[in-house]
């Protein structure tokens, strides 16, 4: 039976996501979900789930402070190519930068910079909080089923600013455009929390736990 890992990493409230993931693994014969906080748990896993709530500098030395989890999520997605998707701030830390409060080192999988959000539209606040459009840019497998308009639910104040337009999956418009998905090779993650976004949060987790890079 395929092994999803939810890592945990004291960085976020996992169990309506576990719960999500349950249920689409339920439903689609995904295998069993672990939620975890043990490296040795990572590195047997057949999928990894990297969830983030909070400053990226904070989720950055959480993650780090666990030690060997980094490592065995590096081991496992980097070297062995398994599947993995992050989610919010675990998304972020996919990049090469992040400039919330200080200058932190990203993982670097996804070249590019999590930067501020700056709308054009002063009216429009800061947090972008609540639900906005999605626009696809291009297709990708875990996006089956889902389409342009369909709605999620997000919660952040910075967004990634990818280097290699190839790598953005899907935007929205909050003043401008907004990164909501980034993937490359075994790797997407998601600016929104799909464990929130109602249908097309729970198409995607379900798309998650059948695919196959």
Known sequence: MPLTALVDYDSGNLHSAEKAFQRMAAEVGGGEILVTSRPEDVARADRIVLPGDGAFPACRAALGAHGGLFEAIEEAVVRKARPFLGICV????????????????????????????????????????????????????????????????????????????????????????????????????????????????????????????
């Not at 990708?140 to 280097?163: K, N």
């Not at 999956?169 to 455009?177: M, N, Q």
């Open 90 to 213: 675990g998304m972020q830390m996919l990049a090469s930068r992040g400039h919330e409060y200080r200058l932190t080192e990203g993982f670097g999988w996804v070249p590019g910079d999590v930067v501020r959000i700056e709308p054009a539209d002063r009216a429009l606040k800061v947090p972008h909080m609540g639900w906005n459009d999605l626009i696809l840019d291009r297709p990708h497998p875990v996006l089956e089923g889902i389409e342009t308009g369909d709605h999620a639910y997000f919660v952040h104040s910075y967004h990634f600013r990818a280097t290699d337009p190839g790598h953005l999956l899907a935007h929205c418009d909050y003043g401008g455009p907004i990164t909501a998905i980034v993937g490359r090779d075994n790797i997407v993650g998601t600016q929104f929390h799909p464990e929130k976004s109602q249908a097309a949060g729970l198409r995607l987790i379900g798309n998650f736990l059948r695919w196959t890079p």
